[in-house]
Each structure stands twice: as C-alpha cells, then as structure tokens.
C-alpha cells in the first residue's frame, strides 16, 4: 500500500498542495520542484489532484524507465507526474526506491474520431 506524503508545488505564484506516495516521488523531488509540506502550511494554498494539474496543462505524466542499477537495462516502467514547468529529463539518474532512473518520457494519450 501507498505511503502518502504531503508535498508543496509552487507554479506561477501559486501553492498547491499534493498528497503524493512517498516511495516514489523521495527520491526525485527536487527534480521536478516538490518540497515537504512546511508546518503551518502556507496561507494561499490549493488542495488540488494531479488529474487537475494534468487538465489544465500544468503538469503531465512523465513514463520512466528503471534499472536496478545506474548503468543497466530499463527493466520496468513507472508512470510519475512532472510540473510543465520542469525540465523532466533531468530525472535520469536519479533513484526511485531501489531503482534509478534510465529514461523518461511523456505519456501522451490519443485521441481518434
């Protein structure tokens, strides 16, 4: 089961606030601009869900590649949530539990009519 944690992402001036799995999103933090929740928490700040950043183009879901070791084979794939506004191929590396990082991409949905 998921270990959530509350993170702050500031966009534009902005504070929203995530509830996020800790497992995940430790390790690449910094990455992609989330900080731990201060306490008190700041005065202006959205509750919000990554499905509602995704909406309204602030963030998208960024597919990596992990690898049980820095240099080796991608063998399992994880989808994460990346802000618009960072640069997510600057996750590469970086680990994920007990994984690293080998590639990213973004996850783009299709649609036809």
């Not at 966009?11 to 497992?23: T, V």
């Not at 992609?32 to 959205?46: A, E, H, K, N, T």
């Not at 909406?55 to 618009?84: E, F, M, Q």
């Amino acid at each position: 089961m998921a270990t959530l944690k509350s993170y702050l992402l500031k966009i534009d001036n902005i504070n929203y606030a995530l509830h996020l799995d800790k497992d995940i999103y430790d390790g690449i933090k910094e990455t992609i601009g989330l900080v731990d929740m201060p306490s008190p928490p700041p005065d202006s700040l959205r509750q919000t869900s990554t499905t509602d950043l995704e909406t309204n183009g602030l963030a998208h879901k960024i597919s990596v590649g992990l690898a049980a070791t820095v240099d080796g084979k991608a063998t399992k794939r994880k989808i994460v949530i990346c802000p618009s506004t960072k640069p997510f191929k600057n996750m590469i590396g970086k680990q994920i539990g007990s994984l690293y990082v080998k590639s990213a991409c973004v996850k783009t949905h299709r649609n036809f009519i």
